[in-house]
């Protein structure tokens, strides 16, 4: 049973269109995140939701909008999709309320936008 | 704002030899360690943590000691096994970034039989 899991696995698309990548955790975690890998395989935060809430919003192109509908799922939708979008995209969950600093990732989404 | 360095890669080894990855950080406050691993097609998997100075997180035979006067955290394992071939990233949280994960650019570790 997938702690934290992510759909789809691959995407592949053409430049301008519109995809969401979704994220769902079975952990109880109230914190989740999205983070960004590149192909150089650099990670960085993009945002994260503690219980539905917007916490953290990096420096991202406002084409992505995540959305938390439930404390369990984080989809994040990307409009007018561009090459330099290219990435493996992870979701991770933690416990904040447990006070636990420790974040578990999600199998990644690798999107390839040609 | 806060930052991770770790070495660069590739690192090659030899099947039984030593390693040592280093990391350093950059932070204020006092921010817990972690070190993740990335085997190939895979999502990150946590390693091993430490919240405090002089912690000492271990797992799977791999090391790290939180080392707060030099701001240090060395990944450190005895002898390599093929399956230890991976990416390894050295991270941060809790510092001035609050709890989001800042990492260094990862090490590449290749282990030959």
């Known amino acids: 049973d997938t702690a934290v899991s992510q759909t789809p696995k691959y995407l592949v698309t053409q430049m301008g269109n519109d995809k969401s990548i979704k994220c769902e955790q079975n952990l109880g975690h109230d914190t989740m995140y999205w983070y960004k890998q590149d192909s150089k395989k650099f990670l960085k935060i993009m945002f994260s939701?503690?219980?539905?809430?917007?916490?953290i919003n990096e420096t991202v192109p406002n084409r992505f909008s995540p959305k938390s509908p439930d404390k369990a799922h984080l989809n994040l939708h990307i409009n007018s999709l561009e090459l330099g979008d290219s990435a493996v995209y992870f979701c991770a969950t933690s416990n904040r309320a447990g006070g636990s600093d420790t974040q578990y990732f999600g199998p990644g989404t690798r999107l390839t936008v040609l | 704002g806060d930052s991770v360095t770790q070495m660069e890669g590739p690192v090659t080894l030899s099947e039984e030899a030593f390693l040592t990855i280093n990391c350093t950080y950059t932070a204020t406050g006092y921010p817990s360690l972690f070190w993740y691993v990335q085997y190939p097609g895979e999502g990150l998997q946590l390693l091993l943590k430490?919240?405090?100075?002089?912690d000492k997180g271990s797992n799977k035979g791999f090391e790290a000691t939180y080392r707060k006067e030099t701001t240090s955290f060395h990944l450190e394992k005895g002898s390599v096994q093929v399956s230890d071939s991976a990416v390894y990233f050295c991270a941060l949280s809790g510092g001035s970034s609050g709890d989001k994960l800042t990492f260094g650019t990862g090490t590449r570790l290749a282990v030959r039989p």
């Open positions: 939701y503690n219980n539905k809430e917007l916490i």
């Open positions: 430490a919240t405090k100075a002089d």
